[in-house]
């Protein structure tokens, strides 16, 4: 925590599923200063996501608590990446209300819905995994086979 407390301009990452996790090392990558939170302490990805180095507080994203502590008042950018949408939605706002410049990036299933909730400009960019995915599937189908 005493760390987390001197973030500044940092991402917020909020789930440690597979996605989560695979943003994670993403963001890694480009060597972006990172915080995470993840609900379930007995997580798949949750050692890995400690063996980083990145903070990773066990927390339920859900309560306002958890979001302050993880700094996202002083972050630029919250991805929020759980598979529970209405979760999603309430930590976008919660983030918005406590940070109104933070740049919030949220998982939505149904990809209509997070065309309107952007459209709304309650967040700033919402995905679908699925339709992210489907033309890189369907571009794989249509690649002739090496065999």
């Given at each position: 925590m005493v760390t987390v407390s001197n973030y500044?301009?940092?991402i917020v990452l909020c789930g440690l599923g597979h996605l989560g996790f695979r943003i994670l090392t993403q963001l890694l990558a480009e060597n972006q200063l990172v915080v995470a939170l993840e609900k379930n302490a007995s997580g798949r990805f949750l050692n890995d996501a400690k063996a980083t180095?990145?903070?990773v507080l066990v927390r339920d994203i859900k309560e306002d608590q958890a979001l302050l502590d993880a700094g996202v008042q002083h972050a630029r950018a919250i991805i929020i990446a759980t598979n529970d949408d209405m979760a999603n939605l309430e930590v976008a706002l919660d983030a918005r209300r406590m940070n109104p410049k933070i740049r919030v990036i949220m998982r939505l299933f149904d990809q209509r819905m997070a065309d309107?909730?952007?459209?709304?400009?309650l967040i700033d960019?919402?995905?679908s995994p699925a339709a992210l995915a489907a033309p890189i599937v369907a571009d794989m189908a249509l690649k002739p086979t090496s065999r």
């Open positions: 500044r301009d940092h180095g990145v903070p309107k909730f952007k459209e709304a400009a960019e919402a995905f």
